[in-house]
């Protein structure tokens, strides 16, 4: 039989672990599923010094934890399961947590948005294992990786994709960034304000990034640009020390450089986590969940079109009356741990007024 809640949250990440220590001390009950990566994406890096309130930083995996037991300790009930599949049509909302039979959840990761509809598809032809009256969405993005067999091993260990995050950690480094769009452009001049060695590699011959971002780059005396390059290869013992360049000449031919590298900054996007969601909530060109507050067209109309003597209801509602979304899943902007954890501030205080509103 279905167990019944008031509230599922959905993703461990910053702003999941915040909308359950919010609702949970507003007697909200709300049960939060934790998904493979039990504490989202700062698992992956050591130093956390931009979180306001940590004068001298933490580790990523510590101040998840303690946001963990933060959660619990108001009444948070934390479930390491996957949310496999939902039903978003009507109230109450139902949702999976099972996987078919022989389908790992490691392997649920992985799959492509087909796949995760396949599953999507086999789960729910038993009974959801959890009806809810409002669920928040906080399942996060990853970033765009180069696809390289060893890079993940080097993720917080000389590989980047965050120069907001990072560029601090590389005051007179020798640095590279790859990318050719605004994000690469604001990652190079990030870095270059603490060194005067960044390299940019792009992989065309000319950047898609506005002329603006493009010229701050191109005239900046600390960044130089290698076009048509690709990396092929990263090295080094327990930190990136070497890459592995491939440049197309212009006669169509093809040579490879080592450089030595101290840092090596992704800059080619991010995918927002929300395939779960495809066709029930409303998202952008990209696939980041639309909210009444988001800062793109289809944020502002659905924030149009929910305004009431002057002020946006609810803002941080989905398409779906009763589903909320919070932190990177739908963020095209920030992507920051203090921005993801605020969202999912709000998402919780959002869920509480809409359900006093419901109920009374
Ligand atoms: C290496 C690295 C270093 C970073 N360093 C910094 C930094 O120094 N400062 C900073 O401010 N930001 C940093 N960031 C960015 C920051 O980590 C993100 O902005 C933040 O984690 C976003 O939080 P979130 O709650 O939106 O989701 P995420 O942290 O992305 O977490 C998403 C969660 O959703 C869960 N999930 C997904 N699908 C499902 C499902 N079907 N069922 C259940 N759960 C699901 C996942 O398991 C995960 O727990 C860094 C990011 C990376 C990758």
Redesign the pocket.
């Known amino acids: 039989m279905s167990e019944h809640k008031r509230l599922v949250v959905?993703?461990?990440?910053?702003?999941?672990?915040t909308a359950g220590l919010y609702a949970a001390r507003a007697q909200m009950a709300p049960e939060l599923?934790?998904?493979?990566?039990?504490?989202?994406?700062?698992m992956?890096?050591s130093?956390?010094?931009?979180?306001p309130g940590f004068s001298e930083g933490v580790m990523?995996p510590k101040f998840m934890w303690d946001l963990r037991q933060q959660a619990t300790k108001f009444g948070a009930v934390i479930k390491d399961?996957?949310?496999?599949a939902v039903d978003l049509s009507v109230r109450p909302f139902k949702l999976w947590t099972s996987l078919p039979t022989g389908v790992r959840a490691d392997e649920y990761k992985q799959a492509s948005a087909e796949r995760l509809a396949e599953i999507s598809a086999q789960v729910k032809q038993q009974a959801p294992e959890l009806l809810a009256d409002a669920v928040i969405v906080?399942?996060?993005?990853?970033?765009i990786m180069l696809g390289l067999p060893n890079e993940m091993t080097y993720?917080?260990k000389g590989l980047?994709?965050?120069a907001?995050?990072?560029a601090a950690f590389f005051k007179q480094k020798k640095v590279f960034v790859v990318g050719g769009g605004d994000s690469a452009m604001e990652d190079a001049l990030a870095l270059a304000k603490f060194t005067d060695n960044v390299t940019l590699l792009h992989r065309r011959d000319s950047f898609r990034a506005s002329k603006i971002m493009q010229d701050r780059v191109l005239q900046h005396p600390h960044i130089k640009v290698r076009w048509n390059s690709v990396v092929t290869e990263v090295k080094g013992d327990t930190k990136v020390s070497e890459i592995e360049i491939e440049t197309t000449q212009p006669d169509g031919s093809k040579t490879k450089t080592s450089e030595t590298a101290e840092g090596l900054f992704l800059a080619i996007g991010h995918r927002p986590?929300s395939a779960?969601f495809k066709d029930q909530l409303l998202v952008d060109q990209h696939g980041y969940i639309v909210t009444r507050q988001s800062y793109t067209s289809a944020g502002l109309q659905l924030a149009e079109a929910a305004t009431s003597a002057g002020l946006v209801q609810f803002p941080t509602m989905t398409s779906v009356e009763g589903v909320f979304a919070?932190?990177?899943?739908v963020?095209v902007r920030y992507?920051?741990?203090?921005?993801?954890?605020g969202m999912?501030c709000q998402a919780a205080l959002d869920v509480e007024r809409w359900l006093e509103r419901q109920e009374n």
């Open positions: 959905i993703g461990s990440g910053p702003s999941g672990y599923y934790t998904g493979v990566e039990s504490g989202g994406q700062l992956y890096t130093d956390l010094e931009n979180f990523g399961q996957l949310i496999t906080s399942t996060g993005a990853t970033s993720l917080g980047s994709t965050c907001v995050c990072d986590v779960l919070a932190g990177d899943v963020d992507k920051q741990a203090v921005t993801a954890a999912g």
